[in-house]
């Protein structure tokens, strides 16, 4: 096995890391808006049961949740034969960072000063006009920090996907030790750091542009 055919097959792994990135991404980081809202709710029941959901869901292995994704809708459901590998690696990893994205939002939100709140109201603005107009780029400001920890945590998290034989980039080079090299897995650190690095520069940039926001 030669350099460049690792080196595609891992190419090839990439594009089954970065859709896993892109799309939980896409659809967590909504969804952590809602719980974080659901976990700050006055009504005390639906706080309590969020609060709970994101409890579980924090306290137990990630990897736990894609197998039980997997396998368990299929065996506690008549004639439903479960869901297929991509989507259900998709539903864990969404459902896993949306909550550990809404206990970010939920400090940075509750970081604001009530006066600011307070001034607003003075001002003769909505709640909404407050918190999309005063508050929330100062939230995106102070959030950023652990959100970009986070997001880079995702980046290697994606390798779980393999447990269910969905070939990322860690699968595709662990293939590889079918025919004794142990080098391309490995090899897969060089794309880990280029992936990080790059999120590195952006979350840096943004960094830069909301200094206007600081506390």
Same mark, same amino acid.
């Given at each position: 096995?030669?350099?460049?055919?690792?080196?595609?097959?891992?190419?090839?792994?990439?594009?089954?890391?970065?859709?896993?990135?892109?799309?939980?991404?896409? #659809?967590?980081?909504?969804?952590?808006?809602?719980? /974080?809202?659901?976990?700050?709710?006055?009504? @005390?029941?639906? $706080?309590?049961?969020? %609060?709970?959901?994101?409890?579980?869901?924090?306290?137990?292995?990630?990897?736990?949740?894609?197998?039980?994704?997997?396998?368990?809708?299929?065996?506690?459901?008549?004639? #439903?034969?479960?869901?297929?590998?991509?989507? $259900?690696?998709?539903?864990?990893?969404?459902?896993?960072?949306?909550?550990?994205?809404?206990?970010?939002?939920?400090?940075?939100?509750?970081?604001?000063? @009530?006066?600011?709140?307070?001034?607003?109201? !003075?001002?003769?603005?909505? %709640?909404?006009?407050?918190?999309?107009?005063?508050?929330?780029?100062?939230?995106? %400001?102070?959030?950023?920090?652990?959100?970009?920890?986070?997001?880079?945590?995702? !980046? %290697?998290?994606?390798?779980? /996907?393999?447990?269910?034989?969905?070939?990322?980039?860690? @699968? /595709?080079?662990?293939?590889?030790? $079918?025919?004794?090299?142990?080098?391309?897995? #490995?090899?897969?650190?060089?794309? =880990?750091?280029?992936? !990080?690095?790059?999120?590195?520069?952006?979350?840096? =940039?943004?960094?830069? @542009?909301?200094?206007?926001?600081?506390?």
């Amino acid at each position: 096995m030669g350099f460049w055919e690792v080196t595609l097959s891992i190419l090839g792994g990439l594009k089954w890391t970065a859709l896993i990135f892109a799309l939980t991404l896409l #659809f967590a980081l909504p969804l952590g808006l809602i719980i /974080a809202f659901g976990s700050m709710s006055k009504f @005390k029941p639906l $706080a309590y049961v969020t %609060k709970v959901f994101v409890w579980i869901i924090r306290g137990v292995p990630l990897m736990l949740q894609i197998f039980v994704v997997f396998y368990v809708p299929g065996i506690l459901v008549e004639g #439903f034969s479960g869901f297929d590998r991509f989507p $259900a690696v998709l539903i864990a990893f969404v459902i896993n960072y949306a909550c550990y994205f809404s206990e970010i939002y939920r400090g940075g939100i509750e970081s604001i000063s @009530k006066g600011q709140y307070e001034a607003g109201e !003075v001002l003769g603005m909505t %709640k909404s006009q407050i918190f999309f107009k005063v508050v929330l780029m100062q939230v995106v %400001k102070r959030i950023i920090p652990p959100m970009s920890n986070e997001v880079i945590t995702l !980046v %290697k998290d994606t390798a779980l /996907a393999r447990v269910i034989s969905i070939t990322e980039m860690l @699968k /595709a080079a662990e293939n590889f030790a $079918a025919y004794g090299l142990v080098w391309p897995m #490995f090899y897969t650190a060089v794309f =880990y750091l280029i992936f !990080v690095g790059l999120l590195t520069l952006l979350f840096g =940039y943004f960094e830069k @542009k909301l200094s206007y926001y600081k506390a």
